[in-house]
């Protein structure tokens, strides 16, 4: 063994050493102030180490008890757990209750904190996540970058930058059946196009017939992978100073077509191709049988953008056809009801649709009303996730493949920053509280100046990076839609 080895392995011991250890302990009655806050949350049993922070602490120690043992860390003010021995524990104690006990120094004095409960889930969610960074105001797109983040441990990649394609605008990732073998996303621009991911094939698509008022913008895949439900927006983006809603993005004209990936044709239907009726947000059911999407009818903008409400509709779609239903329900009145629905998503198993509501308008995440509402498919009713739900804006959500597990983007804490917090869905369709995307550095979130926007959930890792991207962007030619 040579010297310098030697001399680290005496360096980091000595630094175990030297960290304070309890003495004198009070206990307190007020709770831990640990951020992020993972106090009393229900966790999945392969997520990445919950590292939490004390702010002004002067000595921290964590001990967690398992259901035979214990995980113990300590430190300054931050609480890093080991990620082998992290993983080995949740995996011991996969379906039961852990409690954990702080202890922090604070001006002088070790106060010992009211210990908090982890429910570690026996349903694992999906192992990845991809998101879209941006600043939270949208009016700028010069430094915009799509990623991947592996949830199993702090793993992250850039899958597109549009650095590497000419500094244009890129929409949001969006998978097909939580697969990172079917997905696909906007490049906007000259050369720009619908990047469809196949099993690793890769084609760049000009959505937009003749009879469209816009090319593709946002979509959902049919099961099947051969389709996708797309809107086609005029979209305008205004500035006021009203309450916290600083930006407000509606449509002048907006329609539903339907992408037929295997004949290169876009199919429409005259019951969503109405100049008076505003149709957005379509997403697939389940099985393939349903579109559910959003729905208002026309009025003059910007003057009356507080009477835009948007109601829950749904049509029926034959696959083997390739052709709309001739009848559209409304699941959700809102000339009945008080809001407007956005985003609706259908979980994997089919049981529920998951759906924000909002004052009015399609662009919730200036809305601090904006709160997450979850439809029973087969029993019909609506209840509100209060669980989940903040006084800050929560919507853009994705489901995780077995449909215990959600993620959605969330602006509680300081109102500006979207983040990704997790919820979990009981087989008595109770969620419980969610938790915000663990970082290796729990001060990451007081560190990065960038929303995480329509956070998506996926089985499997992407076949691609954001080089792949620009070779396709730079290279190959939009195939054209009839």
């Avoid at 392995?9 to 009655?29: H, K, Y």
């Avoid at 850039?158 to 990172?180: F, R």
Wanted: net charge neutral.
């Amino acid at each position: 063994m040579n010297k310098t080895y030697l001399f680290f392995i005496f360096l980091l011991v000595g630094l175990a050493a030297c960290a304070p250890r309890p003495e004198n302990v009070t206990s307190v009655t007020e709770s831990a102030p640990i951020y992020p806050d993972y106090t009393d949350i229900t966790l999945p049993y392969n997520i990445a180490p919950l590292n939490f922070m004390i702010e002004g602490a002067d000595g921290l120690q964590v001990t967690v008890y398992g259901n035979t043992d214990s995980l113990l860390v300590s430190g300054k003010d931050k609480a890093c757990f080991p990620i082998g021995k992290w993983k080995n524990f949740l995996l011991r104690n996969k379906g039961k209750s852990m409690q954990v006990h702080v202890t922090a120094l604070m001006d002088g004095k070790w106060l010992a904190y009211p210990s908090f409960q982890w429910q570690v889930a026996a349903d694992a969610i999906d192992g990845y996540l991809s998101y879209r960074l941006i600043e939270p105001g949208y009016e700028v797109w010069n430094d915009l970058q799509l990623r991947e983040r592996n949830l199993e441990n702090f793993d992250e990649r850039v899958i597109a930058d549009n650095k590497l394609t000419g500094g244009n605008c890129m929409n949001c990732h969006t998978y097909g059946k939580q697969s990172g073998q079917l997905s696909m996303f906007h490049l906007r621009g000259e050369k720009g196009g619908t990047i469809l991911n196949r099993n690793g094939k890769l084609r760049k698509l000009n959505l937009k017939n003749d009879s469209m008022i816009s090319a593709a913008v946002y979509g959902d895949f049919h099961p099947s992978g051969r389709y996708a439900v797309f809107s086609s927006n005029i979209i305008i983006p205004a500035f006021h100073a009203k309450d916290n809603k600083r930006l407000e993005v509606y449509d002048t004209q907006s329609d539903l077509a339907i992408a037929d990936f295997d004949q290169n044709r876009m199919i429409l239907s005259p019951l969503t191709h109405d100049k008076k009726v505003l149709e957005t947000f379509p997403t697939f059911s389940a099985d393939g049988n349903w579109i559910y999407y959003c729905s208002a009818p026309q009025t003059t903008l910007p003057d009356s953008i507080g009477q835009l409400h948007y109601s829950l509709c749904r049509i029926s779609f034959d696959a083997e056809n390739g052709k709309w239903g001739e009848k559209a329900d409304t699941l959700w009145n809102a000339c009945k009801q008080k809001g407007s629905v956005c985003f609706p998503k259908a979980s994997p198993d089919g049981k529920y649709l998951l759906f924000t509501i909002a004052d009015y308008g399609t662009f919730p995440i200036w809305h601090q009303e904006t709160d997450l509402y979850m439809l029973d498919l087969s029993a019909g009713a609506i209840r509100e996730c209060k669980a989940v739900n903040s006084d800050r804006s929560d919507t853009y959500h994705s489901w995780s493949s077995n449909s215990r597990w959600f993620v959605f983007a969330s602006k509680r804490g300081d109102g500006q920053y979207g983040k990704p917090y997790f919820a979990y869905l009981d087989k008595e369709g109770k969620t419980c509280k969610p938790f915000v995307l663990p970082q290796k550095d729990p001060e990451h979130y007081f560190l990065t100046f960038k929303s995480y926007n329509i956070p998506e959930l996926s089985e499997t890792p992407l076949p691609f990076d954001a080089v792949k991207i620009r070779q396709v962007y730079e290279k190959v030619p939009a195939e054209p839609f009839k």
